[in-house]
């Protein structure tokens, strides 16, 4: 990218970033950006008369974008994302990642984009897990709606084993999901990453000996190259979903290629043979081209006592903390260092 480095925020759950994040931040320091990683809930959201800005520690922030690694498992950070997100060019929208958690709403969603899918009924109760049961055939997958990396997902080979699983991962809710059983790709799938739309890479991933799953911890992950097929029906299946940054898991059936999830913020585990983060990198950098293009909107500079986006010191002014009457200027304490106002 030409020009001065980014301030890039880069928004994960509570907790010490993984190892993921950390690849990233190093790929965004490498190519000149400013990377902040911060957990959601050192974040909060000012909203007056100049409409939502992004805060930390009670000042606005001065960010040019936003990469994030949230879920429902971090919904007020996915309202305090939401609240700007018409300002900050960001990777991925809310209501996208929302929409990908729930299993569900997916398939509706893949479906109506022509996207194959297993057969995937959405049961309330335990007479419409028998009735499709009976009508997709034994065995039949059984998943929570908005379960993660294979929690909550077993395999009935029959009626008294569909209830009795059935009753064994109800315990966030009654409605549950049963699922045609793709047995030909039984233990091995294909995560495939795709940024802005397009096709990254692939690795096929294998279950543990006996576990019809592949998507869950303990996998072995190898590269593989997927057919033209395969391609554009992920392809399809990323313009489906609206996700800037995700993978698809993708099954070979017999009648071809399926996809059975969507993950937004996809791991980059197992894609040692390519560097995931350029492409990720190449559309923020995009997508802060373009809202460039429009006019700006102030988003104010954050001081803090230890400078987070390691950037030079200028002369200038900082705001203080929001009062009720509006913020109000005052000159940089010594000692301090105001990051740089947005362009």
Known sequence: MNGPGLRLLIIIGEGPANEDIRYLEEGARERGHLPLVVSWNELSVAL???????????????????????????????????????????????????????????????????VPTPATAFCPDDRELRLFARAYGYPVVLKQPDGARGAEVTLARGEDELLERAEAIRGRGTPLLVQR?????????????????????????????????????????RPVALTEEEVAVAERAARAAELDLMSVDLLRSRSGPVILETNSFPAFGGFGHVDLR??????????????????????????RRTPPW?????????????????????????GENPLTTPT
């Open 48 to 114: 007056d008369d100049r409409g939502p800005r992004l805060c930390a520690e009670g000042l606005p922030l001065a960010v040019d974008g936003i990469i994030h690694q949230m879920s429902t498992d971090a919904l007020p950070g996915l309202t305090i994302l939401g609240a700007v997100e018409r300002t900050v060019p960001h990777l991925n929208s809310t209501a996208a990642v929302l929409r990908s958690a729930d299993k569900f709403a997916t398939h509706v969603r893949l479906a109506a984009c022509g």
């Open 310 to 334: 390691q950037a030079p010191a200028p002369a200038g002014a900082v705001l203080d903390p929001l009062p009720a009457g509006g913020a109000a200027e005052r000159e940089s304490p010594a």
């Open 181 to 221: 059983f793709v047995a030909e790709a039984a233990g091995r799938n294909h995560r495939v990453v795709l940024v802005g739309g397009r096709f990254v890479a692939a690795v096929e991933q294998t279950g543990r000996p006996g576990d019809f799953r592949s998507n869950g911890p303990g996998d072995v992950c």
């Open 278 to 303: 350029a492409p990720v990198l190449d559309l923020i950098e995009r997508k802060v081209a373009e809202h460039r293009g429009r006019p700006a909107v102030p988003l104010g500079i954050l001081r």
